[in-house]
């Protein structure tokens, strides 16, 4: 079956760094997301990964290995608006997004 | 940047009544848009790839009865909630990504917040 595991919760204090990381075993592989969610608020897109490397944007940058079927995004310079759930999803074979159940972000002073 | 709005917002309704989504894409079109469902805590679900011109695709378990989808046009696509119960109550999330777009990416509707009663 499909599958992609990310840690379920996560801490960190503001103005540090934090690595969120997800791995994922899917049928066929055409990118990756990571998305930033808010409580009772739709996704919003921070990055797309479809090569391996390292994606910089900003205070945020993402990692892709396919040939171990894992990513990782990088916050730096925390913020406590970045405190949200991030959720890394997968295009499969099918062009279909497969997602993962996200890491809650937790901020703290 | 492109634009996916959806209407109601949120919308409270009696059991065995009958909820439309609408979900517009404002400044592209959109030949296929997707449907998402969100239970509190737990990750989106999937719910149908909805196709302008055609029937909708839906995912394993969704009642094709239940969750009527209509794509009549390429800006706009509706989801119909039918006999609605207590446990139809969630959020539920459309997203389009643009026709031809390398990028592949997703944009995403605000949601529509259902209870229903």
């Known amino acids: 079956g499909q599958n992609i595991d990310q840690p379920t919760e996560m801490t960190a204090t503001e103005g540090a760094i934090v690595q969120i990381n997800c791995t994922y075993q899917?049928?066929?592989?055409?990118?990756l997301f990571w998305y930033q969610q808010h409580a009772a608020e739709a996704p919003t897109f921070l990055s797309y990964n479809v090569l391996d490397g390292l994606e910089e944007k900003g205070r945020f940058s993402s990692f892709l290995s396919r040939s171990k079927g894992y990513s990782y995004l990088l916050l730096k310079e925390l913020q406590m608006k970045d405190s949200a759930s991030y959720l890394c999803?997968?295009?499969?074979?099918?062009?279909?997004?497969?997602w993962g159940a996200g890491t809650k972000l937790i901020i703290k002073p | 940047g492109a634009v996916v709005s959806q209407h109601p917002s949120w919308v409270i309704c009696k059991s065995g009544t009958s909820v439309k989504i609408e979900c517009r894409s404002l400044d592209f079109q959109a030949t296929t848009m997707f449907w998402y469902r969100q239970f509190p805590k737990q990750s989106l679900m999937l719910m149908a790839t909805?196709?302008?011109?055609?029937?909708?695709?839906?995912e394993q378990g969704v009642e094709k009865d239940k969750f009527l989808i209509n794509h009549a046009s390429l800006t706009l696509s509706t989801l119909t909630v039918t006999s609605a119960h207590p446990e139809d109550s969630s959020f539920y999330i459309c997203s389009a990504p643009i026709a031809g777009s390398s990028y592949n990416e997703q944009f995403f509707g605000p949601g529509t917040r259902l209870t229903v009663l």
């Open positions: 899917t049928s066929g592989f055409n990118g």
């Open positions: 909805s196709n302008e011109g055609s029937k909708a695709t839906y």
């Open positions: 999803a997968v295009i499969d074979s099918n062009y279909q997004l497969i």
